[in-house]
């Protein structure tokens, strides 16, 4: 079992920049994907940012260009590195880990950090 804890989420103008960070106990941090999902008010839950065990990387549209994931494996920790934030990017983000072994995908989720952007 994975336990996921998310921090660094907060209040920030728009134009600002943040850092979240996600802390991994309980398995093997580096077999899992790490993904950062995010929920606005009233919307669906949606992948922003994924990074593979081997250290692959995917961003939805909205964020290409303005954030950044990464992973530290020594740290069981993965980052999200938010710039150029905008009121749209408001929403609690969840981290999540993610295996598939054979048939089985198991995924794992912390309990989210609020984001808000505004001036």
């Known amino acids: 079992q994975v336990q996921l804890v998310e921090s660094g989420g907060g209040l920030v103008q728009p134009g600002g920049s943040l850092r979240l960070s996600c802390a991994a106990s309980?398995?093997?941090?580096?077999?899992?994907?790490m993904g950062w999902y995010r929920q606005a008010p009233g919307k669906q839950r949606e992948l922003v940012a994924s990074i593979t065990a081997g250290g692959s990387t995917n961003y939805v549209d909205s964020v290409k260009g303005r954030f950044t994931i990464s992973r530290d494996n020594a740290k069981n920790t993965v980052y999200l590195q938010m710039n150029s934030l905008e009121p749209e990017d408001t929403a609690v983000y969840y981290c999540?880990?993610?295996?598939?072994?054979?048939?089985?995908?198991?995924?794992?989720w912390g309990v989210g950090t609020q984001v808000t952007v505004s001036s």
């Open positions: 999540n880990a993610r295996r598939v072994r054979g048939a089985t995908r198991y995924d794992y």
């Open positions: 309980g398995g093997i941090f580096s077999i899992y994907a």
